[in-house]
């Protein structure tokens, strides 16, 4: 399994995935970078997303919905804020309506991914902090702790077809 630990911290407002990959902090990086590589992955296997735009700059931002089984959807969208290749990408992570857009009742969560060589290895630890409790038990009772470990589950595959 990819995913090493899962950490809910409601103390700290945090939910922590850190995950370990067969290779370079380069390699996992453009799962992130690249929207087709991206696409993918994120999400569980039962909910694949679309990305609608993929502005991977500082600044820019991203937007998507995944599909249910049912053909539901459910939209999201991240706000870059720093962007330090191959080491960490800082973002907004928040709730969007049908129309793509921010759904403004709901704030974002902000949200960190590292990445740490480990001899030929990466770790990867993805935080998201959530605004308050109230926020942090919406999104763990909808499923997100379980929904990235499965997403998360799912760059191994990827990065052993890229290196292929």
């Not at 992955?41 to 931002?61: I, L, N, Y």
Request: aromatic share 10%.
């Amino acid at each position: 399994m990819t995913v090493i630990s899962t950490t809910k911290d409601p103390e700290n407002l945090t939910l922590t995935l850190v995950a370990e990959f067969d290779a370079t902090p380069e390699q996992v990086w453009t799962v992130w970078e690249d929207p087709h590589k991206l696409e993918r992955w994120w999400g569980p296997p039962s909910w694949p997303a679309t990305f609608t735009r993929h502005d991977f700059v500082v600044g820019g931002e991203s937007r998507y919905h995944m599909t249910g089984p049912d053909g539901e959807t459910h939209g999201g969208y991240w706000q870059m804020q720093a962007i330090d290749k191959p080491n960490r990408i800082d973002f907004a992570n928040g709730l969007a309506g049908p129309d793509g857009e921010p759904t403004p009742e709901i704030p974002p969560m902000s949200g960190y991914v590292t990445f740490e060589a480990i001899g030929t290895r990466t770790k990867m630890t993805a935080v998201s902090r959530f605004v308050d409790l109230a926020q942090m038990e919406m999104m763990l009772g909808m499923g997100m702790a379980e929904g990235m470990t499965q997403a998360l589950g799912q760059i191994d595959g990827l990065l052993a077809t890229a290196s292929a």
